[in-house]
């Protein structure tokens, strides 16, 4: 008799945690065919499990299927084809500001729980991704707000310690 009166407590309590069970999923959508962009859904998966969120990682075009009541985040490259419709549907402001290697992170939903990271290149994506992890580490996933970022310099790379020249003049000659 008492299992019997402990089954309606049971599906009352399921019910209850499944909204909060959406709450902690987070899809991915992407072109992953890129090397540059698989790395940028690697970091940010990353940081999302670190969290305690699951992802999903689903292709771009399979956008339409995205759910309002979970997270989301939408990596493209503004070049890339398959995204270019998207493009013209979504209305992105600023986004012919962008640069080599800049990046857009934009915010849309009812809820505004879909982030849009739009790179200029493939490039563009992964500082867009970085940023969105860091901000996702630090402060948590609804922190994420709008920017617009392009680089300082026109050509980013990494400064090796190379030793001086042989022509320069060395200390006591």
């Known amino acids: 008799m008492k299992s019997i009166k402990l089954i309606p407590a049971v599906f009352l309590f399921l019910f209850i945690n499944l909204p909060s069970q959406a709450q902690n999923n987070v899809t991915l959508y992407a072109n992953t ?3 540059q962009i698989q ?3 690697d970091e940010i998966q990353t940081s999302l499990n670190e969290k305690g969120k699951e992802t999903f990682v689903r292709p771009v075009l399979q956008i339409s299927q995205q759910k309002n009541s979970e997270y989301s985040i939408i990596l493209l490259n503004i070049n890339d084809k398959a995204g270019l419709q998207l493009l013209k549907e979504m209305k992105v402001d600023r986004i012919q500001e962008l ?3 800049g990046f857009i992170i934009q ?6 729980k ?5 790179g ?10 970085l940023e969105i ?3 996702i580490r630090l402060r948590g996933i609804d922190d994420i707000e709008n920017q617009l970022q392009n680089p300082y310099m026109k050509v980013r790379g ?3 310690n190379i030793p001086l020249d042989v022509r320069t003049r060395e200390k006591g000659r």
């Not at 915010?107 to 505004?112: Q, Y």
């Not at 200029?120 to 991704?129: E, F, L, P």
């Open 114 to 118: 879909t982030f849009w990271i739009l």
């Open 158 to 160: 990494t400064k090796f």
């Open 120 to 129: 200029k290149d493939d490039a563009g994506v992964i500082y867009g991704s």
């Open 107 to 112: 915010k849309s939903g009812k809820n505004e």
């Open 133 to 135: 992890t860091e901000i």
């Open 39 to 41: 790395f940028a859904v």
């Open 33 to 35: 065919a890129s090397g």
């Open 99 to 101: 640069k080599e290697e």
